[in-house]
């Protein structure tokens, strides 16, 4: 049964009167809402104010309304990256900061052993850079007429 079907089945039946009871409840409640809405807003702010907890919770949802599963899911993939990481962090102190300062016989080896290198490869020779050769200015006529070509 599809849709228009059952809106003409709808049609074709009697409506029935509201029993006089359901009528009375109903537009009570309505006049009491419809009081309320239309109190000045000063009384409303003066009953009911939000607090921090409320107005930070509103804006989150605002926030993140176009997804909240994607985001709460990416929250807890982070929390678990968190945990991850700190469960696992290593607490052996690094060794940089115990070691001690370089003593004068390792720091001569060192230098006997570029010496040496040095003795074996030979000095350096920096490779020499050619220099640019200059351009010499041509005219700015010439140079308009091979864009336009």
């Known amino acids: 049964m599809n849709l ?9 039946q009697p409506s029935r009167p509201v029993p006089a009871e359901w009528r009375h409840q109903i537009l009570s409640v309505a006049r009491q809402t ?6 000045p807003s000063t009384t409303h702010h003066a009953l009911h104010q ?21 985001w709460a899911g990416l929250a807890a993939i982070w929390v678990l990256i968190l945990g ?22 390792v720091f001569m080896a060192f230098r006997e052993q570029e010496r040496l290198l040095t003795e074996l490869l030979g000095p350096r020779e920096a490779p020499v850079a050619e220099r640019p050769k200059p351009r010499q200015p041509s005219p700015r006529s010439e140079g308009r007429r091979v864009l336009m070509a």
């Open 50 to 70: 939000p607090s921090l907890l409320s107005t930070f919770n509103s804006q989150l949802k605002t926030l993140l309304w176009p997804h909240p599963a994607a």
């Open 84 to 105: 991850f990481n700190l469960a696992t962090r290593d607490a052996t102190p690094l060794m940089a900061k115990r070691a001690s300062p370089v003593s004068p016989q």
């Open 34 to 39: 419809a009081g309320a809405e239309h109190a």
């Open 4 to 12: 228009d079907e059952l809106e003409r089945r709808l049609q074709r």
